[in-house]
T-cell receptor, first 113, second 114 residues
């Protein structure tokens, strides 16, 4: 069974640029959630994707957007990067949208200069 | 809104010591409760969970009991090892717009000295 994988592992961008982060869900999982973890903080929910549709969103602006593909993998896109977007971005997969356990990937560390 | 408050860290203990990391929550209804662990340079791993009041979650010698009356989910281990050094996150599960969202505490860094 393959776990959740994310790419790239690290990324450096400058203010105003755009970034795409990728996530492959665990085998058998059809739901992907994205979280932002600032340094020294707990993760914050960005949004969740189920059946290729956004299925719930946290308190993040529209410049944070995503996609889910037919194979359940997902992308997180962030436009007009700001310094405060520097964080570890975590992807989690689960089966269904109910109270199922979410399994996390290793994350992508983004630094915005 | 929903929130989770954890014991401030860092926490430093000697090997074989008893561990308690406090966690309290504020939420409407009865959310599921979780402890996740994050080892250096890695993502989060589920340590244990409890889905209803008085449930006890346990794994790898760690335990936590869902206490509705005190809105708490404290993590305990009887004898810690150096390999338990990590950051521990308490979390609750909440439905938002049909999606399951995890609300995390700020994390507690644990260091175990040999």
């Amino acid at each position: 069974e393959t776990g959740v994988t994310q790419s790239p592992t690290h990324l450096i961008k400058t203010r105003g640029q755009q970034v795409t982060l990728r996530c492959s869900s665990q085998s058998g999982h059809n739901t992907v959630s994205w979280y932002q973890q600032a340094l020294g903080q707990g993760p914050q929910f960005i949004f969740q994707y189920y059946r290729e549709e956004e299925n719930g969103r946290g308190n993040f602006p529209p410049r944070f957007s995503g996609l889910q593909f037919p194979n359940y993998s997902s992308e997180l896109n962030v436009n007009a990067l700001e310094l405060d977007d520097s964080a570890l971005y975590l992807c989690a997969s689960s089966f269904g949208t109910g109270m199922e356990t979410q399994y996390f990937g290793p994350g992508t560390r983004l630094l915005v200069l | 809104g929903d929130s989770v408050t954890q014991m401030e860290g860092p926490v430093t203990l000697s090997e074989e010591a008893f561990l308690t990391i406090n966690c309290t929550y504020t939420a409407t209804g009865y959310p599921s409760l979780f402890w996740y662990v994050q080892y250096p340079g890695e993502g989060l791993q589920l340590l244990l969970k409890a889905t209803k009041a008085d449930d006890k979650g346990s794994n790898k010698g760690f335990e936590a009991t869902y206490r509705k009356e005190t809105t708490s989910f404290h993590l305990e281990k009887g004898s810690v090892q150096v390999s338990d050094s990590a950051v521990y996150f308490c979390a609750l599960s909440r439905e938002i717009q049909g999606a399951q969202k995890l609300v995390f505490g700020q994390g507690t860094r644990l260091t175990i000295n040999p």
